[in-house]
């Protein structure tokens, strides 16, 4: 019932910018945390970034870090993801996923419960 969908994937040259969205329904009375994770090979899921439901706190591994927000909009239900200065180590799927906890961010794939089907990222040189 609680539904995901990316969108916003695309070839971009590297130092290029792209915009991720994430639309999420069926979660009430509020969306909880949502994460994304990317997956570039057989090695699977890695934690990208991910926000509170509240907007107030917000994580990234430290590899995007001063180059992709996660950001939310709870009117509409949408979770954004701004990746700028990409950098071809960045291609990969890149996946929302939502959880049932609110308040803090998990880091693994198994602290979410719900995912979307994933929206392809190339950054080429």
């Known amino acids: 019932q609680v539904q995901l969908a990316e969108s916003g994937g695309g070839s971009v040259q590297v130092w290029g910018s792209l915009r991720l969205s994430c639309v999420a329904s069926?979660?009430?009375?509020?969306?909880?945390?949502i994460g994304w994770f990317r997956q570039a090979s057989a090695d699977g899921r890695s934690f990208v970034a991910g926000?509170?439901?509240?907007?107030?706190?917000?994580d990234y591994r430290d590899s995007v870090k001063g180059r992709f927000t996660v950001s939310r909009d709870d009117v509409k239900n949408m979770v954004y993801l701004q990746m700028n200065s990409l950098k071809p180590e960045d291609t990969a799927v890149y996946y929302c996923?939502?959880?049932?906890?609110?308040?803090?961010?998990?880091?693994?794939?198994?602290?979410?419960?719900?995912w979307g089907q994933g929206t392809q990222v190339r950054v080429y040189l």
């Open positions: 996923a939502a959880s049932h906890v609110s308040s803090w961010v998990g880091v693994f794939p198994r602290d979410y419960d719900y």
């Open positions: 926000i509170t439901r509240d907007g107030e706190n917000s």
């Open positions: 069926g979660l009430r009375p509020n969306m909880g945390a």
